[in-house]
Every structure is written in C-alpha cells, then in structure tokens.
C-alpha cells in the first residue's frame, strides 16, 4: 500500500509538471528570446544620444561599415547567447529540446535572432533618450510574451478565427517567436497523449496545421525588409545622426537637381527678404561678399555660410532660443579665423551645424563646395575636429610616419611618452594630443575649441607656433576666450552675441575701430567710487563707465579730450583728498573691445 501511495503520488507531480510547462514553457523561452532586445536597443540610442555616431562619421568610419560592424557584433553576441540557451537546454532535458530536431530548433531561433537585430535597428532610428528606450525595451518584452500567451495563443486555438489573421499576427516577431516555441510544446505533449515518443522532423515544417514553414517564410522576409526600412529611416529622420539626407538620396543625380534648385531658391528669397539695419557695415559687407561668392559659383574659399540660422524649438512651456541669427562668413584657405563671444553666444551651436551635429533651420554653408545639407559624408573626408581620437584618410607606413611627426610636433614623441596610453595623460597634454589628431590626415578645414586651455606658458606657446604652421593651407575655425591667443593665431576675428555676428575684422582694425580712446582704470574703496566719477569728469565730460566691481572701476576716455599729464597730475592731487589702492592708464585692448561689443548687443537685445 505504501508503495502504490508513493506511485500515485509521483505521478500526480508529472502530471502537474506537464501541464505547467505546456502553459508556461513558451511564455518562458519567449522572453528568455527577447532579453537580448533591450541591450540592442538600448547600444544603439546610446551611441545617437552621446553624438557617438557623429563622430565617428567624422573620424571616417562610413555608415556601411558601421552597420556591418554593429550588426556582427549583436550577431555574435546573440549567437553566444543562444548556443549557451540551446546547450543548457540539452543538458537539463527539456522535453522541447528531446521532441525537436536540433537542426530546427537551431534554424528557427538563429533565423529569429537575425530578425530581432534588424528589429533592434528598426526601432533605434525612432528614439534618441538612453532612458526612455531602455524602458520602451523592457516593456515591449515583458508585455509582448504576455501578449502571445493570452491573445495570440488563444488565437490560435479558436476555430473562430481565420488563417489570415493569424498570418497579420505574426508579422510581429515576438508572436512569430511565440507561435514557433507554441509548437515545439505542442509536439511534446503528443508522446503523453500517444504513449510513444514523436520527434519534429523538417518533414513536419510543411505541416498545415503548426504553420512552421510559413512562420519561417515571414521571419526571412521581415528580416530583409525590416533592415532596408530601418538603414532608410536612419538616412533620412535626423535623431543624433547629425544632418539628415534628402528623402530621395538613393537617387544621387535626381536629389542633387532638387537640392540645388532649393539652394538658388533659398539664396534668392534670402536676398529679397533679409535686412537688418541695425547690422553694423562690415557685417554687411561680409554678408554682400558670400552673397557675390554664390551667385558667381565661386569655391576658391573653404567656408561660405549665407544666412545660416539655428532656432532650437520650445520645450516645456518655453519660448523657442534662437542660437544662430542669419550669419554671412566666408573663410578662405590659408585664413584662422577666431570666434570670440560669451558663452550662449552661438559660437557652439555654429560649430555644430558645420561638423554635422546639429541641422541648420534655414540658410546655407557650403565646405569646400560641398553643402552640408546634402554632402556632409564627402565633407567628414577633409574636416578636421579638435577634440577628436581617431586617424582618417591614412594606412600603412604613411600612418606611422604621419602620427610619429604629429606627436614630436606637440612634443608627445621622446622620454616614452608615445608608449604611454592616452588616458594617462595630464589635461594639458591630452589637449595637445587632441590638436595634433586634429590635423592628421591632410584636412583642408579644422575646427579647434579652445586649443591652448590648461596649457603651461611655454607649452601654449610651441601649440600656437604649430597652429601658425598648419594654416598655411587650410582653413582654421578657433574659439577661445583668451584675447592674448586671439591675437597671437587670428587673422580675422569675430565677435558674437545674442546669436549674430557683432563685428569682424583683423585684431587690429578692431581696436582701432572701437578704439580711438584710453581706459582708465581705479580701485579704492567702495566709499570713495563716488569721488573716482566726480575725478573723471573733471578730465572728460564725455568719459564713460565701462566696468565696475567692489572699488574697481573702468572708465572710457576719449583720446582727443584729455592729455596723458593732466591724468597724472590729478591722480596725485586726488591721493591727497582719499585712499587710492591702484590705477592706471591704457590702450584700448581686445579685451576692451570684446567687453564694449558684447556690452552694446546686450544693451540693444533687452530694449528690443
């Protein structure tokens, strides 16, 4: 009695183990498929969300190869995962893995791996948040296995329902991935309905009634289909791929015609409809010059913007900020041209519309002659950036000796410091690292952000006779906010605020335009500020307060109303009456300048 009691009682633990996985066995192999679908996703937005894709763009690293390069690393890494799966499977003994040609199983989830890495890209192309993918992921997994178990799979088990809606439902590939594992159970259970062992055989694919074949069928052709849409979508819908193509680039000749037509249009609309007249004359001058450049198909100069503008749109409730307000510049080979401006200026948000980073909202700039609206690819090829941290447009022996002269140009080279990998390196010489980057490969046009910052004196000083060296022939694009490198690297400088173009020219020009006076200079007391004014105005009526902070004071002052000695003269008599802790007399200086400029576009944007 004991005996049959113990019998009985394991046979009841059968019985209750078959029918919990025939309910859950391919809910659970479904989901085990698809934990792989977050990491994909969530690789790919990462890379569009840091601007990764971008630069590697910029480093020369096309879309083909990159495609090939990220598909055979998830096809790897899936391969893995379900050689591990399938194995395991085997080991442990379940019953699908004991009812099912390896061949099969082996086929069926390789093929679905090949369709959820084209899945992966397809959905990429629709999101840029790391966050906001990684949850989508998780909850498309999750949800879609619960999905296959309580619609799909009661789906298939109603006669109500047509061939035709179950072929639409498996269009999906989690359901195609469910009905796949849903008949792999079924064939299990047909030894304890038959009382003998059944095996699915590839004769069995080509049975009506589990569907396999055309489950097959379905997962090849979305696979296909499904990489075309998504390599399309990530042409042509800009989110982190910087300048999106024209719908119709596969057509080159008929999207080139479209473009060029849209380019004279935009140049003729420019024309009738921008003018500003507060702009100063030689912003207007330099905007006629491009204007003239354009319409004379002139490409002599390696930089041509017209009107190029950047509106960022609103974002919770916020107005729209415009980045970029109609900027003419043209830049020719041999030139470094300096871009000076507070921060929130524009100069970043220009500099992102030239690398590909960002899309311009109307106007045009042209690299080369090449537009990069349309060209950016051809453009990366003779663009340099610094920072950047790979080579282009070099192999072989040419690399060697191009990356040896590159660092003993930066004094990279001797002492073991070649050896030595780059992020040892102090902030300073990481800095140089990135200059030197910047010009390998023979670029025609560099883009440097602040190249000199966190760099010792003498160290700045060898950087900027390199910088001279490199523009004798190509253009190069410099932001800094040091005056003395300003002057030391530029030939034409410009200054921007508020998102326009304030004033251009060469350093000197500059001062002597906006110059023409002396800056005097006093600090004392915050007490004492009210004497400091009543002692300036007796030298000039017409002096003005340029800067003032806790005692010190900056006063503009004419150079035809006052003589150097009668400023010294009554700064000894004014010593006699209060306290004066230091002063002085100067030049106009660039920083003078900058500070005069940035002051009166301020002043001019919060009256308009």
Partial sequence: MPQTRLLRRSDMIDVMVG??????????????????????????????????????????????????ITYSYFLFLSSVYILGFMVSGYLIGLPIFKCTAF?????????????????????????????????IAHM???????????????????????????IILEMFPPFALYRGNYEFQEYTQRERYLGYAV????????????????????????WFVMLIVAYYLDQVISLGNGVRKHPLFFLKNMSKKLSASNQQLAIQTQQLNFRDESEKPDVSQER????????????????????????????????????????????????????????????????????????????????NG?????????????????????????????????????????????????????????????????????????????????????????????????????????????TTHSMEEAEALCDRLGIFADGSLQCIGNPKELKARYGGSYVFTMTTSVDQEEEVEKLICGLSSNASKIYHLS????????????????VFRAVENAKREFPIYAWGLTDTTLEDVFIKVAQAALASSSTM
């Fill in 370 to 478: 090449l537009d990069i609206q349309t060209d950016m690819d051809q453009i990366y090829a003779s663009m340099g950036v610094c920072p950047q941290h790979e080579l282009k447009n070099l192999k072989g022996s040419d690399l060697t000796e191009a990356v040896e002269e590159s660092l003993k140009s930066v004094n990279l080279y001797h002492g073991g410091v070649a050896d030595k990998q780059a992020r040892t390196y102090s902030g300073g010489m990481k800095r140089r690292l990135s200059v030197a980057i910047s010009l390998i490969g023979d670029p025609k046009v560099v883009y440097m952000d602040e190249p000199s910052t966190g760099l010792d004196p003498s160290s700045r000083n060898h950087l900027w006779n390199i910088v001279k060296r490199a523009k004798k022939d190509r253009a190069i694009i410099l």
């Fill in 140 to 166: 498309f997994v999750f949800g879609s296995g619960l999905l296959g178990m309580y619609v799909f799979q009661s789906v298939l088990q109603s006669p109500s329902f047509s061939r035709d809606w179950i």
């Fill in 288 to 367: 006629e010059k491009v204007k003239e450049l354009i319409l004379l198909n002139d490409t002599t100069d390696s930089i041509v913007c017209d009107n190029l503008k950047k509106v960022y749109p609103s974002i919770d409730g916020n107005p729209e900020k415009v980045a970029v307000r109609g900027l003419s510049l043209a830049l020719g080979r041999g030139e470094c041209f300096g871009m000076l401006g507070p921060n929130g200026a524009g100069k970043t948000s220009f500099i992102s519309m030239m690398i590909g980073l960002t899309e311009p909202t109307s106007g045009m700039a042209l690299v």
């Fill in 199 to 222: 095996k699915m055989s590839w004769n069995d694919i080509n049975d009506g009634e589990n569907g396999m074949r055309r489950v097959f069928i379905l997962m090849a052709i979305e």
């Fill in 19 to 68: 029918m919990v996985l025939t309910l859950f066995l391919p809910l659970l192999f479904t989901w085990i498929i698809l934990q792989l679908f977050p990491v994909m996703l969530t690789s790919l937005v990462y890379e569009k969300q840091q601007k990764l894709r971008v630069m590697m763009k910029m480093h020369g690293l096309g879309d083909g190869p990159y495609w090939m």
């Fill in 103 to 135: 061949s099969i199983l082996f086929t069926f989830y390789f093929t679905y791996i090949y369709l959820q890495i084209s899945f992966a890209f397809l959905m990429a192309t629709l999101s840029l948040h790391v966050k906001t993918a990684t949850v």
């Fill in 551 to 566: 005692g010190t004071q900056k006063f503009e002052i004419s150079k035809k109303d006052v003589r150097i000695g009668d």
